[in-house]
């Protein structure tokens, strides 16, 4: 494949090279398209970090390629070959790996994640509903959580993958529960014992798979996407044994519109060491004859508006974090932010609230939104 095939490519997905349109792509090192076709979404976004291509909307210029489904004309390349190979060979989510991503992503730095996330430290989707700005959303969202799982006073919960512990100390605060916690951060932990250090909530840094207590109630907020398509099943089977027989499950996710055993090569290698999407058949077939599914909520559209809000604070705060953490870790996380909101626009990622019963729930499930 030449560069005017490339270019061609391109256009058929309305980007132009070089174009007048916010979402053209600039090319200004001509290494870019053979870097590209060699190695795919590594090659693209590693030439967007080293300054080889630029586009004045990153976010558009993404919508715009993935949802002509430009994507899936490119051919394997060889990270994506080995990346396939590895996911099949190797559980990359295995127990000793597990605070791989809390090293390699949480820790990064609570200077860099409280100036973008806002007062809520929420580092999941808002819901947009009926708010027009991101720490009502994130509120909006707890809040929709605690009614889904009809919080009552005195009832003692579990967060799996609690993040700063924001929704457990909104849970404690507004309806009266104890909650445990588990995080595989050492900054995430210590920051969320602070927060929650007048409440009656416990942090702890712990993998999911040493669990063995139950609850009145088991949530997990974007925590599954790193689990890993071989320990689905596990997951649900922890989440199990520690729910009581009438309690319920409350799993929030980014999914995938397919099912896959890997996650995309750029993000894997610079974002979430490990990371993997859920599709619906992947999650239905860890759910299968153990929970019954009371209600699968998909507000996907809102995790564009939150990335979004996340990166306008990420650039406002940027000259107070410029010197710690240099240009090229500001153009991989634009691209980050941008690209991610650009999949949630173009319907490529999904994100779900999926509300789960041991044996269903008694005259059946009303929604909640």
């Known amino acids: ?55 004045e909307e990153l976010d558009d210029f993404f919508y715009h390629v993935l949802r002509s489904g430009l994507d899936r004309k490119v051919s394997l390349t060889l990270p994506l070959i080995s990346q396939v190979i590895v996911a099949r060979l190797f559980n990359r989510q295995a127990r000793h790996r597990a605070f791989t991503i809390g090293e390699r992503h949480y820790d990064t730095g609570n200077d860099l994640f409280e100036p973008m996330l806002g007062k809520t430290m929420a580092y999941s989707c808002g819901y947009w509903a009926h708010v027009k700005d991101l720490d009502t959303a994130q509120e909006a969202k707890f809040d929709l959580i605690c009614r889904k799982m009809k919080l009552e006073k005195g009832m003692h919960i579990l967060d799996i993958g609690c993040g700063w512990g924001t929704f457990m100390k909104y849970a404690a605060e507004r309806y009266g529960v104890s909650a445990v916690g588990l995080t595989v951060s050492k900054e995430q932990a210590e920051w969320a014992r602070n927060a929650c250090r007048d409440l009656s909530v416990e942090i702890r840094l712990q993998d999911y798979r040493l669990l063995n207590e139950t609850f009145d109630r088991v949530i997990s907020i974007g925590m599954f996407e790193h689990v890993g398509y071989k320990n689905y099943r596990l997951f649900i089977r922890t989440v199990e044994r520690c729910l009581k027989d009438d309690g319920l499950f409350l799993l929030h996710t980014i999914g995938s519109n397919r099912s896959a055993r890997t996650g995309d090569a750029w993000m894997d290698r610079y974002i979430f060491p490990g990371g993997q999407l859920p599709s619906i058949k992947q999650i239905g077939a860890s759910i299968e004859n153990i929970f019954v599914m009371e209600d699968w909520h998909n507000f996907s559209a809102d995790y564009d508006r939150t990335l979004m809000a996340w990166y306008a604070n990420f650039e406002k705060s940027w000259p107070n974090l410029k010197e710690k953490y240099g240009d090229r870790f500001y153009r991989m996380w634009k691209y980050y932010l941008l690209s991610c909101a650009g999949a949630f626009r173009s319907r490529k990622m999904q994100l779900w609230q999926i509300v789960l019963s041991k044996k269903g729930v008694p005259g059946g499930w009303e929604a909640v939104r």
């Open 1 to 55: 494949m030449d560069t005017v095939t490339i270019k061609k490519i391109l256009l058929s997905a309305g980007v132009e090279v070089n174009g007048k349109n916010p979402w053209d792509i600039r090319v200004k090192d001509e290494r870019t398209y053979g870097r590209v076709l060699r190695d795919g979404s590594l090659g693209l976004g590693e030439a967007y970090m080293d300054g080889w291509w630029e586009a």
